[in-house]
């Protein structure tokens, strides 16, 4: 296997001689640590029977707040082969699943691809939802043209501090912006079926994080004025301070209602229709799901 550039981190390393990028990950197989119906997604993403989620292991970007932080260092999970990555995406359709929603995929993208498109010559039909960080590279998305029906995607940061701060990733705000600009092209419009579920699109989140709302009021600015109307925003306030911030004390707290309600009135100002909010009190741990191999 040639050295590892699947993502910006761009390692160079060779996973398969056993060497551990910063993705966490190493050998030949892909480490994946819950693959089950899952409802916490947007609501034409998970609709009413659930989305067919697989949580992989392991991630290159490694924000120092994760809320999946139990997978993100690849210690966690069970590996398994591509040829049984793609029965998986058949069990999941067998259980109800409205779409397959590869979480975290990136640093696997090779491997997903064969596997989905494996699974659809054995009669998977359903959308396929790639839920990444936003910290891709260009090259790596265009493998999974054709492949990928909605990308559903974070963007962090539009402040380069502030991503090397909590991200080690000083470039994520260009590489985001690249990202997205080539999801867009491979999904340029929204589609939806008759049942109100995504079949093709982009949705991008923004996590508000405590004290940083004007990072995502240019995140939101930038999204709606590239995009417009083609790309849906999805504004989240369930950011939840785990144990071990001591080393950034401003994120040990919950976002306030009056940050997000000044976040939600800003994008409304600014003329977004085309998005969720969340209503309510959703900053519980119950939104982190078990990571105890469920399914894989
Ligand atoms: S996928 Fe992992 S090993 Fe490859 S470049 Fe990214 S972080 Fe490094």
């Known amino acids: ?40 997604e947007e609501p034409c993403i998970s609709g009413t029977r659930g989305s067919g989620t697989v949580f992989f292991s392991g991630c290159p970007l490694r924000c120092v ?33 409205v779409n397959i929603n590869l979480v975290t995929p990136t640093h696997y993208t090779p491997e997903i691809a064969w596997a989905v498109k494996q699974a659809q010559a054995c009669g998977l039909t359903l959308p396929v939802v790639y839920n990444c960080s936003g910290y891709e590279k260009t090259e790596t998305l265009r493998v999974l043209e054709g492949i990928v029906d909605i990308y559903l995607t974070d963007f962090k940061y539009m402040e380069s501090e502030t991503a090397a701060r909590y991200s080690h990733a000083p470039d994520y705000p260009n590489a985001a912006k690249m990202a997205l600009e080539e999801m867009v092209r491979q999904q340029p419009e929204p589609v939806f079926g008759e049942d109100g579920m995504m079949k093709k699109g982009v949705i991008v989140r923004h ?22 109307d083609r790309v849906y925003l999805s504004l989240m306030n369930q950011y939840t301070p785990l144990p071990g911030m001591e ?50």
């Not at 999946?68 to 699943?97: H, M, V, Y």
């Open 207 to 228: 996590l508000l994080l405590p004290g940083h709302l004007k990072n995502a009021k240019a995140v939101v600015q930038y999204v709606y004025e590239t995009y417009g």
């Open 247 to 296: 080393k950034w004390p401003e994120l040990n707290r919950r976002v306030t209602k009056r940050e997000y309600e000044r976040l939600v009135a800003f994008a409304v100002e600014l003329g977004v229709e085309k998005g969720f909010i969340q209503e309510g009190e959703t900053a519980e741990e119950s939104f982190i799901p078990a990571f105890d191999n469920e399914g894989i």
């Open 1 to 40: 296997m040639p050295p590892c550039t699947i993502c910006p981190r761009n390692c160079r390393i060779d996973r398969t001689a056993g060497q551990k990028g910063y993705c966490g990950v190493t050998g030949t197989k892909i480490k994946a640590a819950r693959a089950a119906l899952h409802m916490w």
């Open 65 to 97: 707040y994760c809320q999946n932080r139990d997978i993100a260092g690849a210690e966690a999970g069970k590996e398994i082969t591509p040829e049984r990555l793609s029965e998986i995406f058949l069990e999941l359709q067998e259980k109800g699943a």
